[in-house]
């Protein structure tokens, strides 16, 4: 019924910079909170920033000042845009909403599949 879709990941050089974006399609009445998760091997997965349905946005304090958090409401999207990239950075990155469902009016977390985002020389 709902799908989230990402795309920008790939290999880039400590320093550097990715665009990260995900657009939600399907049966949607509305999507609140929409954020991105990151995963590296061997560990849990974490927060890497959020943005309420108001645009407010929330960062993990790893990541403050190096990247910013956007939506747009009109096209169901949520961008990520990381500068300054360290390998610390290299992880698989999903994208996650809270979206009530047209039909059902039911609200449900719903994810990506992942992009893989590697820093490295």
């Known amino acids: 019924q709902v799908q989230l879709v990402e795309s920008g990941g790939g290999l880039v050089q400590p320093g550097g910079s990715l665009r990260l974006s995900c657009a939600a399609s399907g049966r949607i009445f509305s999507i609140n909170a929409m954020g991105w998760y990151r995963q590296a091997p061997g560990k849990q997965r974490e927060l890497v920033a959020a943005?309420?349905?108001?645009?407010?946005?929330n960062y993990a304090d790893s990541v403050k000042g190096r990247v910013t958090i956007s939506r747009d409401n009109a096209k169901n999207t949520v961008s990520l845009q990381m500068n300054s990239l360290n390998p610390e950075d290299t992880a698989v990155y999903y994208c996650?909403?809270?979206?009530?469902?047209?039909?059902?009016?039911?609200?449900?977390?719903?994810w990506g599949r992942g992009t893989q985002v590697t820093v490295s020389s």
């Open positions: 943005i309420t349905s108001g645009g407010i946005p």
């Open positions: 996650n909403a809270a979206i009530v469902v047209d039909d059902t009016r039911i609200r449900n977390d719903y």
